[in-house]
């Protein structure tokens, strides 16, 4: 009888350790798994260029956009800034396939924006056009002009200057869903060819 009292207390003490250990072994597995989440999820667009420029070069020349031939002011501006040009290129690629398509075609602006204060880039010779009331854009006399704006405005106190420098954070404010953007897939298109071409440069 006192065998059978002891065995009983024997399962009495280990059993709901065993259940203790096995829930705290579960959370230190998990662990890893929600800091690789928050790591995928945090993207920096600041930092140095990730990709040559001649690797830029044949990105443009290959997609035939009336930009090509940029890929030196890329580096150098990439460097100014502390913007990484891998992701300047890839919203190029985003907005208007390199130049290709939509307002770009005249506007010459790599990052498609809407126009911009003369205090702060009146420089780069920019202008605002209006296609229609309300629909306005920043245009600029040249490619190059249009890609000092942009690296400009991304470094500045909209963007890296003032804590936004994840593309996540930076996609939905730099194309609002308000102004009937997906940034989810934005943001999918970015890390797509940003990734593909560090892979392969």
Wanted: hydrophobic fraction near 40%; include cysteine; charge should be neutral.
């Amino acid at each position: 009888m006192k065998r059978i009292l002891v065995l009983i207390g024997l399962v009495l003490v280990v059993v709901p350790f065993l259940a203790c250990t096995e829930s705290n072994l579960s959370q230190v597995q998990a662990q890893p798994a929600t800091s690789a989440t928050n790591s995928a999820n945090n993207h920096q667009i600041t930092g140095s260029p990730s990709l040559t420029a001649n690797f830029i070069d044949q990105v443009l020349a290959r997609a035939g956009s009336p930009a090509q031939g940029l890929g030196n002011q890329f580096i150098k501006l990439s460097l100014q800034t502390g913007i990484d040009a891998a992701y300047v290129l890839a919203i190029f690629h985003h907005e208007s396939a390199y130049g290709e398509t939509g307002v770009a075609r005249g506007s010459r602006s790599p990052g498609n924006m809407r126009c911009l204060d003369l205090e702060h880039y009146g420089d780069t010779g920019t202008w605002c056009h209006c296609e229609q009331p309300g629909n306005c854009y920043a245009w600029f006399p040249s490619w190059s002009a249009g890609l000092v704006a942009t690296f400009r405005l991304l470094a500045g106190p909209l963007y890296a200057a003032g804590g936004y420098t994840t593309i996540e954070r930076v996609i939905r404010r730099w194309a609002p869903p308000a102004d009937n953007n997906d940034d989810s897939a934005y943001i999918g298109s970015i890390l797509q060819d940003v990734s593909g071409w560090r892979a392969s440069a």
